[in-house]
């Protein structure tokens, strides 16, 4: 059974950064997706990012274009989302998911049905 344990959140102010881990056990991860996922109070789930453990193939939502940067330690099972220039809107649990695809499928990137492992979230606070 695979494992997700989301760590780094906090309470940054405007414009400063945070780093999220996603570690993952009990099974490796080079044959899954692994997508980052946030939920802001009173507000559905949405993707943020997502990347190919395989060979390192990125998707990005557009709110976050050019502040967020995912990665993956293949090494370490470890799937990272650095965060810059963190906005008040960018407050939200941040959860990591793993889809059983190889690569990104285009057509269902943010399709929370698709992510069949879940982490328990980490909570990011950016005060307006």
């Known amino acids: 059974q695979l494992h997700l344990v989301e760590s780094g959140g906090g309470l940054v102010q405007p414009g400063g950064s945070l780093r999220l881990s996603c570690a993952a056990s009990?099974?490796?991860?080079?044959?899954?997706?692994v997508g980052w996922f946030r939920q802001a109070p009173g507000k559905e789930r949405e993707g943020v990012s997502c990347i190919s453990f395989y060979d390192g193939t990125a998707y990005y939502v557009d709110s976050v274009k050019g502040r967020f940067t995912i990665s993956r330690d293949n090494a370490k099972n470890t799937v990272y989302l650095q965060m810059n220039s963190l906005k008040s809107e960018d407050t939200g649990v941040y959860y990591c998911?793993?889809?059983?695809?190889?690569?990104?499928?285009?057509?269902?990137?943010?399709?929370?049905?698709?992510?069949?492992?879940w982490g328990q979230g980490t909570q990011v606070t950016v005060p307006s």
């Open positions: 009990g099974f490796g991860l080079n044959y899954y997706t």
């Open positions: 998911a793993a889809a059983e695809w190889l690569t990104p499928d285009p057509s269902s990137l943010w399709d929370g049905d698709e992510y069949l492992h």
